[in-house]
């Protein structure tokens, strides 16, 4: 035996002898213990399949990260996890002195994000809602959460906001007994989806140039559903067999009248991509509708197009909240008597 092999052994009986255990470079090893430290780790489950935590146990808003805040409200990232795959949010909470606040989930449409639905977001907080924005999982070829564009399908879009509501209804300033969904475009076909398959927990929609005509668009495009190519191309999109396959699953009429609450739909006039046909069949089929038609509205708010949408959900919410809890200013108290 060597000196060297003779030291080595006489340094780990040392190190034995003082209750340390000398350092491991077995792989074999390493990868043992890796194992054994995540079987330790509950699985990753679907949210929306989860129990909700007793009222004692939910958790509270001052564990998340403060992005900003104005006099108005407290912007938190708030990201949500379903089936694995992260869903980059940001939660604005009104500031004020009560303990839960309505709550407005907006849903962005295809190859979107949510600098779409954030300005609505934040018009919403001012004035006593709490509104959470996000990005859809693969929503669009470049967003802040996971997944890929090819992925995603109406379906996927839905597990989202199941995902979502699961979680954002876990807090306490959130008011789960008076949630809403805002959807424009597709997000605002998934939203109708959502409220008409959970009719109990949404309180009311509110949708933006709802896509109502993109199960038939791809319907067009793909008459025979036993040869589904690849991909088509769709509103300035290549979308994925899996995006067909869902979407010729979704029966609209039935969709809409599954849902008795109260919805507002805006729509704009000259909208070509979503024909103002598609809101006025939708505003016939809600069992409890009304329709905002904006004279020269394209798809998509802006400018004076915007300014009025926003007047249409001021009354919307005012009418569903009451003006205690939907704070107006002067003017917009003017404008929503005028309307």
Same mark, same amino acid.
């Given at each position: 035996m060597t000196i060297k092999k003779l030291l080595l052994l006489l340094m780990t009986g040392l190190l034995f002898a003082c209750g340390q255990k000398p350092d491991s470079t077995d792989p074999k090893q390493a990868s043992?213990?890796?194992?054994a430290e995540t079987a330790s780790k509950p699985p990753q489950t679907d949210q929306k399949n989860e129990t909700k935590p007793a009222s004692d146990q939910t958790t509270e808003l001052d564990q998340l990260t403060v992005l900003s805040q104005t006099e108005d409200y407290v912007q $938190?990232?708030?990201n949500v996890v379903r089936d694995g795959f992260k869903i980059h =949010?940001?939660?604005?909470?009104?500031?004020?002195?009560?303990?839960?606040?309505?709550?407005?989930?907006? #849903?962005?449409?295809?190859?979107?994000?949510?600098?779409?639905?954030?300005? $609505?977001?934040?018009?919403?907080?001012?004035? =006593?809602?709490? #509104? $959470?924005?996000?990005d859809f999982? =693969? =929503?669009?070829?470049?967003?802040s959460s996971d997944?890929?564009?090819s992925d995603m399908t109406v379906l996927t879009e839905l597990a989202d906001l199941e995902a979502i509501y699961q979680k954002l209804t876990d807090y306490k300033a959130i008011d789960s007994s008076q949630t809403y969904l805002l959807g424009d475009s597709q997000g605002g076909l998934v939203a109708t989806m959502m409220a008409a398959k959970h009719p109990e927990d949404i309180?009311?929609?509110i949708l933006l140039y709802p896509a109502f005509n993109m199960p038939s668009l791809v319907h067009d495009f793909v008459p025979d559903k036993e040869e589904i190519p690849d991909s088509i191309d769709i509103m300035g999109v290549s979308v994925s067999r899996y995006y067909i396959e869902d979407m010729l699953k979704v029966d609209v009429e039935d969709i809409i009248t599954s849902y008795p609450g109260p919805v507002l739909i805006v729509h704009g006039e000259d909208d070509v991509l979503v024909p103002p046909v598609y809101a006025q069949k939708a505003a016939e089929l809600f069992p409890k509708a009304h329709l905002e038609m904006i004279p020269g509205g394209k798809h998509e708010f802006s400018?004076?197009?915007?300014?009025? #949408?926003?007047?249409?959900?001021?009354?919307?919410?005012?009418?569903?909240?009451?003006?205690?809890? $939907?704070?107006?200013?002067i003017d917009e108290e003017e404008s929503a008597d005028k309307g």
């Open positions: 043992q213990e890796g194992q $938190y990232e708030l =949010g940001k939660l604005f909470l009104p500031k004020g002195d009560q303990e839960s606040w309505p709550l407005t989930i907006l #849903a962005h449409g295809i190859n979107q994000t949510d600098l779409t639905t954030t300005p $609505y977001a934040t018009h919403l907080a001012k004035r =006593g809602v709490a #509104a $959470y924005v996000f999982i =693969g =929503g669009a070829p470049l967003n997944g890929d564009f309180q009311g929609m400018g004076s197009d915007f300014i009025k #949408a926003l007047s249409y959900i001021d009354k919307y919410m005012v009418n569903q909240l009451g003006d205690e809890h $939907y704070q107006l200013t």
